[in-house]
């Protein structure tokens, strides 16, 4: 049985917490924050829960093997580093740090320590991803073209980062995840309309090998919420709608056949000629999707890595990864929208 | 009554054939193409009609008052300059023409000769554009700080022009009508999946004066049709869906509000503080639309313009401002999507 | 080649006009309306059809082989007996005619004259219900157990007859086709809210063989256009949206497995004890369906069994089956909603 | 501070048990379950509260000031009485008991013993729902004039009760809220597809004064969740779909309009002669509907009673009222769908 603690109960420790507490082989001990009206809260819903203000308490504790940090973006590297110290195994709420360079020196400090660093990049715990994973490994698809993805509502905007910092780690970690690959080159352009300097508006453009791109859209500006992936491949495309409570995923068998007169062009590809392009229009089918939370997936993950010594799939490794592409992404905005390049790993 | 012929009957141009049918004031004499099945397909529905593979044949008439063009664009100057000798007012498909030169050669033909020019800018005839318009011109919106549009679906996939030249100008022609400003950068990106060197998926980014941009999504290859255009005031916001049949338009009271400590941030402004952002999320208001099509009204236009003498709502010069904006949009993307600046008129 | 002449050029009429003028093998001759405003309406659409006010001038042409009725209900009978002492072959709108007695006596005079009589019952050719009739047929929905069709929307208000008359006769033909039965028994219940005594929406309840029972809600009076049919097969459900553009069927693979104690309910079922009802829900299917027009079909169907002598889907029994189960249905809704036999053909 | 029991912790117990937690002037302090299952499950989530396989431990609490009943339709009665006799103000779940007369010995009795007797018809407290009652008393909507309601799904199926007892509750009390009517008359249908002799789909029409009907279907046995509402008033139409998540209302400016000769009808209405009717379809409008949980809302508003003495919106009358329909149609199905008088308070 392992004692848990979750540092942060602002925006999202509370779902944090509500997981961790319906999980039978771990004891939620303690919760901190710097909000006296969040502790009351928070103390309201969870009686037997220990509160306190100051994480060190939590850090002190030596019951407590594992920590979670679900505080602002700019204090992850600080509490991570402290409760590495302390030989707890964290977890972090994405993104893993506000720069790849303190990224690193978590990643450094916690295989020191052998302790679990796992980054909460939820997304890859939702079996709507799993499934669109399958899907794209079986081949189902065909080979993956292009990839475009929404994620747009009104708010919540941060004080502390734009909304390329707060929305895309959730977009990149599902692509490097489904694609099985890095973006080798951004190209982002952003606007800040309602705090000064701080973009609430950004569209990314991602670039892959074998000439696969990926457009992301993230917005604190629009009036309505849209959680939308489109997966073009050769055979088939895919679009996922998060915000659909059973209709997650829909296949449509949909796509281009190339044609000569009347003979597949492949025959011809090489000759000059004039050829057509059939657009072919089938079926859609729509699969049952597991409906298991997706934080819940993954707070599970991370106490079984814990307690099994695995690796877990969303590292810090992964982490940094994401880190790596914002950063990027930032570098292009900064600069008049001009092509950057991703680091690899 | 005017004499109207059509030169093109292929993807386009039976629209154009069965709108001008239907209108009283005007009799449709001619129709050409260069595809002995066409001519036969549209003999069947318009037994009535004279078809002739040659368009010469129609500017040989002299009953013909006027012409329309609805041929591929790489023809459209030909064929208006031939059109505009003969003393035929013309109206062209968009784009106008291939290049801002062409269309501005068109543009002074016309004047010299006193004919009528006119592009099909359909959607500036569409009803529920023409009410978005009366929205921002009345305040309702508030200053209009960015707009989305998506315009994507399956094919169809043109052999001459790419996804830009084909899409865009719908977009274009709305934006500039609706904001009553030319886009002053623009940033473009996008990939050619299906055919060699044709892109069939771009995004554009457009900016205009008053930081206001607007961010255009097109694709030949999208397994969803959409036709979605999201305004981003600060009072309201509005949702445009071209395929909705009754419900296009949807005006929310949504907004962010900046406050300081409870205090109207506006008093504070200039001193250095932390506020808090209240989104505002209210009722929604679907107005009736009028149910006119808008290529109908445009085509009555056309002939209200010739019989009365007036100029068109979308001109030469309204055609020419669309080519100016592709024209740097396919210069951006020769050129790794760099910012290119768009010339004026 | 055969002369067809359509009468009645008023709501559905010029569907029908429409229709047959895009079919190669036959020749659309003439129309008659007994509104001057409806034929100069037409003619402005067919300069090349010929119009009268008086439907005698059709059925005198001895060139004309078929003539189709798009009138009033009321007038359908002496209309089909005078088309038919004439010696042509006839399609009637639905409902084939406004009593039992007045539907045999055209299938007589049909049959004696040897002559085609057909019902416009559209829906038995839409690409849609044939594939639903496939998939009952081939067992994919297991049992039918229930069906239930909801057809409503704000108007228009028929003069002559009641809500029952004017919808109903679409569900029952689906019904009917689909199910390959009869039904033997109607409830129903109806208001008349706008006119004095012709109700405007109403509620059927019909029951056949083997427990399976129908639910039709039909209206004049609904803010929604709704046409939707929910059937309920032991093994799965479908649903159909006709007013979906493409994607008109879904199939969900959705059911009850009756068990106890784990073990299938179908050894158990005499025996006493508590069973468990499983509800077993899984992926869904969006069929391609052709997307040619139902009445296009409709129409091709009836110049086919005109030329080769074959018996309408849709014959003059077919739409006495029709009128029975409204007789039955006003019967009940004259005695107080008091359940009715509906007689066997 | 209220120390609140909560008695049956099954499919909805566990929404009540949530909502009170929530509540800051009580404290729930016990509950009891029959399944050992159940209370290990509930003591996992809420370890500080007190668990029993036997109610009457909750009743001999003296501390215990309330309690809900939250188990079978057929053990509400028992419990209730026993309940009250131990002095405890008690609040049931839907409907409030299997028989009428059962219904008023509950009201007797609570009276008797000055205690708090509600019943959790949960939709009057949906904000929702009151918004629709203020359109109606402000005579947005016009005079009502008939009234559609769905509420169908797959399963939940009930062992002891059919779907009428188990699903109209929630249709009859939000129509006698809304229209501060009792209905006066029941027509029932309904059929035993999946368990034998307990019916798993209804309809029923419900009669009121003024011509007023309402019509409900509910259904254990449809593939799609549907939870609507549809009102049609002599001015305009409303639609409720409580599956919504933020759109639950949409005001149509949709009605009919009868008019003779272009002169409103009205002033000739007694005359003989044709009239036409306009359809008129105008804007659409959402509300903007507060977001408070209404099962939340129910138990403060019993809370508040039991503190200032207050009359439960949903009273003992107010249940007893539901039951009387629910008798109705009950009678109504077992005897062929009959018309059934329902009997007033």
């Excluded at 204090?75 to 993104?95: Q, R, S, V, Y």
């Excluded at 899907?135 to 941060?158: A, H, P, S, W």
């Amino acid at each position: 049985m392992i004692n848990v603690g979750v540092i942060g109960c602002g925006y999202w420790g509370p779902n944090i917490v509500r997981n961790f507490r319906q999980i039978d082989n771990c004891n939620l001990k303690w919760c901190s924050d710097l909000s006296e009206s969040r502790i009351k809260h928070m103390k309201g819903l969870y009686p037997s829960i220990k509160f306190t203000k100051d994480y060190n308490d939590i850090l002190n504790d030596k019951e407590i093997g594992a920590v979670v940090i679900a505080t602002p973006v700019s204090t992850h590297f600080k509490i991570g580093m402290d409760a590495l110290m302390k030989g707890k195994h964290i977890l972090i709420e994405k993104p893993i740090t506000h720069s790849s360079e303190d990224a690193k020196k978590l990643i450094d400090a916690a295989a020191k320590n052998k302790k679990i660093l796992m980054v909460d990049h939820t997304m890859e715990y939702s079996p709507a991803v799993k499934k669109i994973k399958e899907y794209i490994e079986k081949g189902e698809l065909g080979q993956v073209l292009t990839v475009d993805m929404i994620r747009v509502n009104l708010g919540v905007f941060q004080k502390d980062v734009n909304v390329i910092w707060d929305l895309i780690p959730h977009d990149i970690s599902i692509l490097v995840y489904l694609l099985g690959l890095m973006p080798e080159k951004v190209i982002s352009v952003g606007e800040s309309y309602i705090q000064k300097s701080i973009e609430d508006d950004a569209h990314l453009t991602l670039k892959f090998k074998n000439k696969i791109t990926a457009h992301i859209h993230v917005s604190w500006l629009d009036p309505c919420k849209i959680r939308k992936t489109t997966i073009v491949g050769r055979k088939k495309m895919l679009v996922f709608d998060d915000l659909e409570p059973t209709e997650k995923i829909r296949v449509y068998d949909k796509g281009v056949t190339i044609e000569k007169n009347g003979i597949p062009i492949q025959n011809y590809y090489d000759t000059f000629g004039e050829y057509q392009l059939l657009h072919r229009s089938g079926d859609i089918f729509i699969p049952k999707i597991e409906t298991t939370e997706p934080l819940n997936n993954m707070c599970r993950h991370f106490l079984d890595c814990i307690e099994n010594g695995k690796t877990p799939v969303s590292d810090g490794q992964s982490g940094l990864r994401v880190v790596r592409v914002v950063e990027a992404a930032q570098e292009s905005l900064r600069n008049n929208s001009r092509e950057v390049e991703i680091r690899a790993d």
